[in-house]
């Protein structure tokens, strides 16, 4: 067993989601870890309940970002953007302290109808991403027919989606490593 935690983020709050089913397969293929499903079902963002206070929810899905060793982050591509389910997350996160975000090894992946798999929502959860400083992997992956590419266990049916999908979970566990061995040579 690996001492390793991955965080999945999905956008899509459906049980049944293609963005949920990728977020799993990929999972999957990043090899031994303890896998944590982060919840995005926060309240919306409001100054004024931030200054109540950051809700439980949103500090422990903070904690959870600063615990993990890497983070897959999943967006359907809803109006040529992200979902507003993740950025609000994104939103609510900012405004813990310390953010968890800085030096992260990170993924993204998006899974949407159309034939670029949510190419500008992926493009767009990137520039969200990068004010907090993330390692955000440059390896790309976007699932295009993503209702057409599971089976009804959840498995890819596409190689070369699954040969894809592969690549850039070993190259997240890849960072993994790189940093922890930096870290054991400081």
């Known amino acids: 067993m690996s001492d390793m935690t991955l965080l999945g983020l999905c956008g899509s709050l459906r049980a049944a989601s293609v963005n949920r089913k990728l977020m799993l397969a990929a999972a999957q293929r990043f090899g031994p870890a303890t896998f944590v499903d982060g919840d995005l079902n926060l309240p919306l963002y409001n100054g004024d309940v931030e200054d109540q206070g950051i809700p439980e929810a949103v500090q422990r899905l903070s904690d959870q970002i600063r615990m993990a060793d890497a983070v897959i982050v999943l967006t359907p591509e809803y109006n040529k953007g992200i979902s507003g389910v993740l950025k609000n997350a994104l939103d609510w996160v ?38 907090f400083r993330p390692r955000l992997l440059t390896n790309e992956f976007h ?14 049916t596409s190689e070369r989606y699954d040969t894809s999908l592969t690549v850039v979970m070993q190259a997240l566990r890849d960072e993994v490593d790189l940093l922890r061995a930096h870290a054991g040579q400081s």
Do not use: H, I, Y
């Open 94 to 131: 900012s405004r813990t302290k310390p953010g968890p975000w800085p030096g992260k090894p990170v993924a993204v992946m998006s899974a949407a109808a159309g034939r670029a798999g949510g190419e500008r929502a992926q493009l767009m959860l990137r520039a969200c991403l990068s004010p």
């Open 143 to 156: 699932l295009g027919a993503a209702a057409d590419q599971f089976d009804a266990d959840g498995n890819l």
